[in-house]
T-cell receptor, first 115, second 109 residues
Framework: DVKVTQSSRYLVKRTGEKVFLECVQD?????MFWYRQDPGLGLRLIYF???????EKGDIPEGYSVSREKKERFSLILESASTNQTSMYLC??????????????FGPGTRLTVT | GQNIDQPTEMTATEGAIVQINCTYQ??????LFWYQQHAGEAPTFLSY??LDGLEEKGRFSSFLSRSKGYSYLLLKELQMKDSASYLC??????????WGAGTKLIIKP
């Protein structure tokens, strides 16, 4: 059974803290994604990666960075957390674009609150 | 710009049929996806359409018209467990997914 896991379901951090969100997939997928989801908005892409040590900015990369040192692991870093980064963060992975349905497999999400 | 439109919320009765519409304007088209997301959970894949027409999968069907930039998800014999948000997403020419805000479906007994 395919699986994407995220390090925490719920996280509370203070303004200015450095925050690490980790995502691991066991499907040997090349592509991994970080989204944030806010009420009334569609999923917004923060960063994605097509390969180890490779990263591309999504639609809203400001205030975030990522790391992909191993194929199965994709980390999202909030360098200095701010209250407007309070959100649900979803990690996803997929094989290779354009092959079959290329559905994205999502992790359970991390609900981050910055106070 | 790229845009996906779907209704914010819909209400239907258990046992009935409901159709959730999605219209899109994107840079190119490499398929349209429907995902289901229960409250507090991750989205899960429901269907994929890349050619015009209807795809049926049990109680759920998805329709696509590329010329009209339009899709719908049809849910039959509604059950209480179908209460969820339904997300429409289009893969553009760069193989990036553009997501709609989702339609919250409320099922009443």
């Amino acid at each position: 059974d395919v699986k994407v896991t995220q390090s925490s379901r719920y996280l509370v951090k203070r303004t200015g803290e450095k925050v690490f969100l980790e995502c691991v997939q066991d499907m040997d997928h090349e592509n991994m994604f970080w989204y944030r989801q806010d009420p009334g908005l569609g999923l917004r892409l923060i960063y994605f990666s097509y390969d180890v040590k490779m990263k591309e900015k999504g639609d809203i990369p400001e205030g975030y960075s990522v790391s992909r040192e191993k194929k199965e692991r994709f980390s999202l870093i909030l360098e200095s957390a701010s209250t407007n980064q309070t959100s649900m963060y979803l990690c996803a992975s997929t094989k290779v674009p354009g092959q079959g349905t290329d559905e994205q497999y999502f992790g359970p999400g991390t609900r981050l609150t910055v106070t | 710009g790229q845009n996906i439109d779907q209704p914010t919320e819909m209400t239907a009765t258990e046992g009935a049929i409901v159709q959730i519409n999605c219209t899109y304007q994107t840079s190119g088209f490499n398929g349209l996806f429907w995902y289901q997301q229960h409250a507090g959970e991750a989205p899960t894949f429901l269907s994929y359409n890349v050619l015009d027409g209807l795809e049926e999968k049990g109680r759920f069907s998805s329709f696509l018209s590329r010329s009209k930039g339009y899709s719908y998800l049809l849910l039959k014999e509604l059950q209480m467990k179908d209460s969820a948000s339904y997300l429409c997403a289009v893969m553009d020419s760069n193989y990036q997914l553009i997501w709609g805000a989702g339609t919250k479906l409320i099922i009443k007994p």
